[in-house]
């Protein structure tokens, strides 16, 4: 791939993107969520076209978008989901790919049962082959994805994100069955955001941020502290914002051993009025696992949570939501937003108990409210009465948290609350949170970006596997010492 | 061969056929005449429309869509095939006249194929519309006044018995030949669905579009495929109960369609499609047509019908969902325990 362009609208998605893949090299793409890897990844399966720039696979150029035939060509995505057919059985699975390929019309039973049963035998793991897929393990079904690709006579295999659902061991049974496919040849290309997997398995990585690859090698170049910070360093120069002390007093919130199986463990965490912290650590670490349960949306398994100095359990949101705790969830289009629902309702819609009279809803008060939120929050926007999707990325997190700050909480947890968005309105969104500081508002921000840990925060948190492995002053600790801690994970 | 046992005993095929047989036994106690030949080859012959109508909509609901416009196809066909041949005098054989009446429901079935496979509109909203839009083009345009006198090849047709048993009092019971035509139907669909890519391409998309999308499927060109069987068969079920019944009326079969989708659904289909199978399906079909003629046989007033099918439907889709929610968070429990105390030993 030379010189990949695209655009969505206005937004520039990738910009003069080189990409390249030798036989039997396993390559990494690296970076962030809405560094643009994705699109990258669409773009070379052709489910998408590049505005600009050449795609060659195997020598031969690809032009536009035509899935089926980079198939052909022996190229296969493997998505995070896997795409498999949870109704059906292994075999099918594994052979479906291929039979649409060859464009068969009658189901060719016996062949269809041994080429599975051979290709499964080649990459040496053994399945019951009239299983339905869904009800196997996730490691089983990655399994099936795979060699659903290999059947086919893939070259070159692209895994998106491929470890995050598995245990550490199907981690390095599929790391030994990558190593092995690389003797025969295959090629392939791992999206991540694993420091760990990088040096484990790959041969050589792209680093992608903001759209234009940031570092490119081989994989023996880089240390995992320059990769996070190539993969997390956007907006280096980015300020720490001037701030008030605080008297801090009791702890809001405090967790002391909270432990989730799977998922963290031994979490010991305690969250002021007037405080802004920060868990900085990568997808997987148990990040958002930890700020779900924070927000009565998983239980713990162990360990203990005290709010406003009482002991609590939450049993739901709703439990959290009653002592205060407000949660702006990472994937704000899926999770956060009613998209074709009026910015006026999005804003109202949690605290429409405060236009409650007598039962009825007092539709005119919310109105008022949601336009003196969005002045307040300087949301730029022609009516309120319009859907939330017109509005730009920034805009459409400036009323999630318009939302939730209509219920005044005490606090209030963001994940990853700048991602997708532009330079400017980050700015602003950072100085809000400074903002609901000063009024006495815990922040807990959980992300994986370094320079925005560094610009608010009061105090760090580094997470890795599932633990918090250091605390941070955050006018006192540099990018460089955050990233050397958040890579630990890899030694 | 215990794992395929223990499928079974969970699957909503297993626990249909298990509640058909111990219905039928607990209604031959009750009262012997279940089990005679009349009342058996009543019960097949009740069973013919809704049996052929139920194929249909299984491939629909097996691709993850849901049908509910069959019965208006099906009643158009039948009336608008017996007015063709009335009004035109022509004397076609019978398969001519079936072909004909397919062939009505394949155009209609193309119209709900159209508008699913190439504009992309949700199947319900769809079908729920074109059941409206095809009885009323068939009212409208076609006509209203029923035939109570059909095509004499109809007749004679329907007078042909495939099984006919001589009782001891003189009388004689018919299986009529249509019977043939549901076996059919259901051989060569149950061949289509697990025989050829087409087939295995319906699974496929009630398993998951976006996966089907992803691995090079025309999933429009599936669909557009998909409607255009059902219809045909529907069509092929609207002439079938013509010669059953020896009259042509417009106004039959519509307001049946959620008897045959609850066939459908209680014969281990699933509404969120990629599940069901046609001898599930006969399954379905035969239950519901034991409790709908023969409760009223033990002495069970008519209104416990519906009663009756709403609780399996709640038990036969209910409890297959229960023991796969149950397996599930225990494969949960497996994969998240095992690690964990691994690392800790190792620690």
Known sequence: MRGIHKSYGPARVLQDVDFELGSGEVRCLAGENGSGKSTLIKILSGVVAANAGTVRLFGQPVAGTDPAAVIAAGLSVIYQDFSLFPNLTVVENVTFLRATAHRHR??????????????????????????????????????????????????????????????????????????GLKREGVSFIFVSHKIEEVFTVCDTVTVIRDGRVAAAGSASDFTPAALVTAMTGRDVSSQRLARDETAVGEPFLSARGLTRIGEYRDVDLDLHAGEIVSIVGLLGSGRTELALTLFGETRPDGGTLRVAGQPRSFGSVRDAMAAGIAYVPEDRLSEGLFLDQPIRDNITVSSLDRDTRGGWLDVAAGARRAKAAVERLR????????????LSGGNQQRVVLARWMERNPKLIILNSPTVGVDVGSKRDIHELLVGLRANGTAVLVVTDDIGEALAISDRILVMAGGRITATLAGDRATEHEIAAEVAKEAA | MRRTLSRLAASPQGIMLATGIVLAIAFSIINPVFLSAPNLVDLLRNSIVTGIFAIGVLIVLASGGIDVSFTAIGAFSLYATTKLLIVSGIHPPMVAIFAIGIAIGVALGLVNGLLIGLLGLPTLIVTLATLSLFRGALLTFVGTLYYGTIPAEMVAYSRQPLLAFHLASGRIVQLPMAFLNLVLVATLVALILSGTMFGRKIYALGGSEEAAERIGINVRRVKLAIFMLAGGIAGLAGVTHVTLMRIANPFDLVGSELNVIAAVVLGGARITGGHGTVSGTIIGVLVITIINSSLLLIGVPTYWQRLVVGALILLGTGLPIAIERYNLHRARLRAVIAPVTALEASA
Do not use: C, F, W, Y
């Open chain 1, 379 to 390: 949301i730029r926007l022609q009516n309120v009465a319009a859907p939330v999707v017109q």
């Open chain 1, 106 to 179: 009658l189901v060719h039973r016996g062949e269809r049962r041994r080429l599975a049963a051979a290709t499964l035998e080649r990459m040496g793991v053994s399945l019951d082959l009239d299983e339905p897929v869904e009800t196997l393990p996730v490691a089983a079904k990655q399994l099936v994805a795979i060699a659903r690709a290999l059947a086919n006579d893939a070259r070159i295999v692209v895994m998106d994100e491929p470890t995050t659902a598995l245990t550490r061991h199907e981690v390095d049974n599929l790391l030994r069955l990558v190593a």
